[in-house]
């Protein structure tokens, strides 16, 4: 099946910790977001790549660290510098620029 | 920053009812479109309109773009139970490396 598959479903962290988020495509899309999502909010861009080897920073990227070392991967790292990570993450890719997206099911982020 | 504004924040109407949501946003944009969202899950596409296009249409779903008034609504008709959900509109912007910009979402309840 094609699609796209965020792993793992939930994560614990403790203080001081760096954790990565694992997203996976097998879409052959080109472009891939990450986004947070807090409770009863809409969902702000982190980080998002066009292309394999490049990457832009979205509104929130403080805190956060991606790469893109294959079409098909797109991992993120909440580092230590996040001072409020505990979230929803969720990804996405889309064919093309900023045309339809396809998003995982979503990891839960909490600061224990 | 968030692109789109959403209006309402909820709504809550009955079984059979239409409902109407709003999305205005800042700058300008290539499309829009519309998204759902059923509780702790990932969001899926529903509708793309482009810059220049008035209106879309796609079984019981409406769209239309106003870009001189910067917003756009969703219309879905005939509203069943499984329609509850939130919907959130993003904007699509590709000359910033191929943006998508969420808004804050409209939280929908159709009881039965």
């Known amino acids: 099946d094609g699609g796209i598959t965020q792993s793992p479903k939930y994560l614990f962290r403790k203080e001081g910790q760096n954790v990565t988020l694992s997203c996976e495509q097998n879409l052959n899309h080109d472009a891939m977001y990450w986004y947070r999502q807090d409770p009863g909010q809409g969902l702000r861009l982190i980080y998002y790549?066009?292309?394999?080897?490049?990457?832009q920073k979205g509104d929130i990227a403080e805190g956060y660290s991606v790469s893109r070392e294959k079409k098909e991967s797109f991992p993120l790292t909440v580092t230590s510098a996040q001072k409020n990570p505990t979230a929803f993450y969720l990804c996405?890719?889309?064919?093309?620029?900023?045309?339809?997206?396809?998003f995982g099911q979503g990891t839960r982020l909490t600061v224990v | 920053s968030q692109q789109g504004e959403e209006d309402p924040q909820a709504l809550s109407i009955q079984e059979g009812e239409n409902a109407t949501m709003n999305c205005s946003y800042k700058t300008s944009i290539n499309n829009l479109q519309w998204y759902r969202q059923n509780s702790g899950r990932g969001l899926v596409h529903l509708i793309l309109?482009?810059?220049?296009?008035r209106e879309k249409h796609s079984g019981r779903l409406r769209v239309t773009l106003d870009t001189s008034k910067k917003s756009s609504s969703l219309l879905i008709t005939a509203s069943r139970a499984a329609d509850t959900a939130s919907y959130f509109c993003?904007?699509?912007?590709?000359?910033?490396?191929?943006?998508?910009?969420f808004g804050q979402g409209t939280e929908l309840s159709v009881k039965p």
């Open positions: 790549s066009q292309i394999v080897n490049d990457f």
């Open positions: 993003a904007t699509g912007i590709y000359n910033q490396g191929g943006k998508l910009i």
């Open positions: 309109i482009r810059s220049n296009e």
């Open positions: 996405a890719s889309s064919m093309g620029s900023a045309t339809e997206a396809f």
